[in-house]
């Protein structure tokens, strides 16, 4: 017969003698009878069993267990028949993880505390379920100081455990409805819980993110201005909001809002994945940049054009009669000197419009098919002899070399520009590479760039042994005027007027430098898709004589002084010339009988409604035979079209010179080929 808890506290009383458990812990048990006990074991017995607390005593050898009634409803249906018995026997079940524990304390003299340690037990009537303990276990020693057995008082915490475990249940599913990740952290900053959405976001697991600081994961730029919030934390701040990025388990980035609060110790924090926002403000400011560039481009090229064929006709009358001047002065030496040097400061200032033209895309463009290798060929000897025996010059050619088309003379231009940048940037000598190659842009990075469209293009890249730009200077270095020379050593206009170039082209250009590691500038240029003749357009076509002739010249010109200079070449060549100022008067002058007209020379810009290109398209519709030569000092549409110039159409670009008025006139009236206009 099993016999109730309550007799435990009969059988060895708190005071006189102790009675004889033999036969409740049965005769053969390895405690032996009660009168044998130590007097440790009996002390220690007399203690627990006036204590309320619930205590299991493990002792000798066989580390048989002792307990009392607090404990006896615990070990359920096993009690009384555990008395007295090894532990090993009445924990079977527990025995791997609880040997370790009692051997450290009976073999080692250690006291272990576990906390919340989980058993399954049975009691009340065989249910069984699962309950947790903080057990704290003591060595107890014999009178020669040898250890007896261990002591356990144990604290059942089952319903602390569950209560904790659902708190903790009820707040991830708070935190799974949470649209936004949440988090709580010491004041140190290490997280002690978070949300399931970090997960969702990041790509790391609880395990991964609870116990650490956030410092792994942020981006270096961050980790400083992270420290310093959490700092003002610990000193009395109640709300602190700040932006920071997070690295994904992708290796990605991204940026989350944070509004952090500290309560009792803890510091709870509520971000938000702003990510796609700033992605969006990045946009928008990108493309505000873009569009106020645009903008400033627009009203540039407005400036220019509108002050390029005005001030280009001042140039002609200057530049012109600089030139009649000088082929008189043959005998003056003083005199002769002083007109060069006013024909080169003249044409100074026709290079810096023409370079105004270049950079708002206004200038007119002739392209022609072109093997980059041979140009790049062919610029290296000029270059060799341009930058001087300090310069090294090292082109690189691309096996089987797309062909592009572009405006020879402009890229031979922007060429040479690129190329005595680089020589002002290597004061001491150095290296200039050239290379070409064929490369293709995906859509990715032209959806980076602006004005860039996705495909094949051919790369012409030079790069230098320089100084280098530091990043502020190289966030200017396209734009007009900016220059990093002294005075007097450059106008700001050469990067800038090859940008535009090639923009116009249809092209792109990066350029990257860093401070000591020189500059290499980028120039991507759409693949032509087409033959280039092999006697393409690279080789050096001869000047043509200066020589005039015997036929009719129509002027067309409003200026007075550029139309006098036109007309004054035109009579020196021999040419039969009629001169007017306007469009209504040039067509009156091809209805006049009797008057063979061969040539209508006119400018694009007129007065009276009218412009050179419907002054033409009336003189060829009245006079098939007339052949027709442009004359302008800025690109208009009225002949070109996205910047260039439309086919079949000839044009003299002022401020043009006594050779290039003289050799344009008889080259297009020797000309058999059918002229087209608009």
């Not at 709870?268 to 926002?277: K, N, S, W």
């Not at 009719?552 to 007075?560: A, F, I, K, N, W």
């Not at 002949?639 to 439309?646: A, N």
Request: hydrophobic content about 40%; charged content about 25%; overall charge negative.
């Amino acid at each position: 017969m099993i016999a109730p808890a309550d007799t435990i506290a009969g059988m060895i009383a708190t005071q006189g003698p102790l009675g004889d458990l033999t036969a409740h812990i049965g005769d053969g048990s390895p405690l032996g009878p009660v009168e044998r006990w130590s007097p440790a074991l009996i002390s220690t017995v007399r203690l627990m069993l006036s204590s309320k607390a619930e205590i299991v005593l493990f002792w000798g050898p066989e580390l048989c267990a002792l307990y009392n009634e607090a404990y006896a409803p615990t070990i359920g249906d096993k009690h009384p028949a555990a008395l007295g018995r090894p532990a090993r026997e009445n924990w079977a079940e527990l025995w791997d993880d609880l040997e370790p524990l009692l051997l450290s304390v009976v073999q080692k003299g250690e006291t272990v505390h576990a906390k919340d340690r989980p058993f399954y037990i049975e009691r009340d009537g065989g249910r069984g379920e699962q309950v947790y303990f903080d057990i704290s276990y003591s060595p107890v020693f014999e009178a020669d100081g040898s250890i007896g057995g261990a002591l356990c008082i144990v604290n059942e915490t089952t319903q602390r455990v569950k209560a904790e475990r659902e708190m903790v249940a009820d707040r991830n599913r708070l935190w799974t409805l949470a649209r936004d990740p949440f988090l709580i952290a010491d004041m140190e900053g290490k997280w002690l819980s978070a949300s399931p959405a970090w997960t969702d976001i990041l790509g790391w697991s609880q395990e991964e993110l609870i116990g650490r600081t956030s410092e792994w994961m942020e981006h270096p730029d961050d980790s400083a201005r992270t420290r310093e919030e959490v700092q003002t934390l610990q000193q009395g701040v109640l709300t602190i909001r700040f932006e920071n990025r997070f690295r994904t388990k992708d290796g990605e980035y991204r940026s989350f809002s944070w509004t952090a609060v500290p309560d009792n110790g803890l510091v709870y924090c509520v971000a938000r994945d702003v990510t796609e926002q700033r992605a969006h403000a990045r946009a928008l400011a990108e493309t505000e940049a873009a569009l106020r560039q645009a903008q400033k481009m627009e009203t540039l090229g407005q400036l220019t054009g509108g002050v390029a064929h005005d001030f280009n006709n001042l140039l002609q009358v200057v530049t012109g009669n600089l030139e009649l001047l000088q082929r008189g002065l043959n005998d003056n030496e003083r005199m002769r000197r002083a007109a060069d040097n006013a024909m080169a400061g003249a044409e100074r200032a026709a290079m810096l419009t023409q370079q105004l033209l270049a950079f708002s895309r206004r200038q007119p463009l002739a392209p022609e098919r072109v093997d980059p290798n041979r140009l790049v060929s062919r610029m290296s000897d000029l270059l060799n002899r341009t930058l001087g025996e300090r310069i090294e010059v090292e082109t690189i050619q691309a096996a089987r070399a797309w062909p592009i088309e572009v405006d020879l003379n402009q890229m031979e231009n922007a060429l040479l520009n690129l190329a005595v940048n680089a020589r002002d940037a290597m004061p001491d000598g150095g290296k200039l590479t050239i290379e070409v190659a064929n490369t293709h842009i995906d859509d990715h990075y032209a959806a980076q760039e602006d004005d860039v469209q996705p495909g094949q293009y051919v790369l012409i890249c030079l790069s230098d042994t320089g100084q280098g730009m530091d990043a502020e200077t190289l966030s200017h270095a396209i734009e007009p005027f900016f220059t990093t020379k002294e005075v007097g050593r450059g106008t700001g206009l050469g990067l800038s007027m090859v940008y535009g170039f090639i923009k116009q082209s249809g092209g792109h250009i990066r350029v990257y430098s860093e401070v000591g590691e020189g500059t290499s500038v980028k120039i991507y240029l759409p693949r032509y898709h087409g033959l280039v003749p092999a006697n393409d357009q690279l080789e050096e076509a001869p000047r043509p004589a200066v020589s005039g002739g015997d036929e009719t010249v129509l002027v067309c010109e409003d200026d007075e002084k550029v139309r006098a200079y036109a007309v004054e070449v035109l009579n020196e060549l021999g040419y039969h010339v009629i001169e007017v100022g306007n469009g209504p008067a040039a067509l009156e002058a091809l209805e006049q009988p009797g008057e063979h007209i061969d040539l209508l020379f006119t400018d694009v810009v007129l007065p009276g409604g009218m412009t050179g290109a419907d002054v033409a398209r009336e003189a060829a519709a009245r006079r098939p035979d007339i052949k027709i030569l442009f004359a302008t000092g800025y690109a208009r549409n009225a002949i070109f079209h996205h910047g260039r110039l439309d086919p079949g159409v000839e044009l003299l670009t002022k401020p043009f010179t006594y050779a290039d008025l003289a050799g344009k006139v008889r080259e297009v009236l020797d000309r058999r080929v059918e002229q087209r206009v608009g």
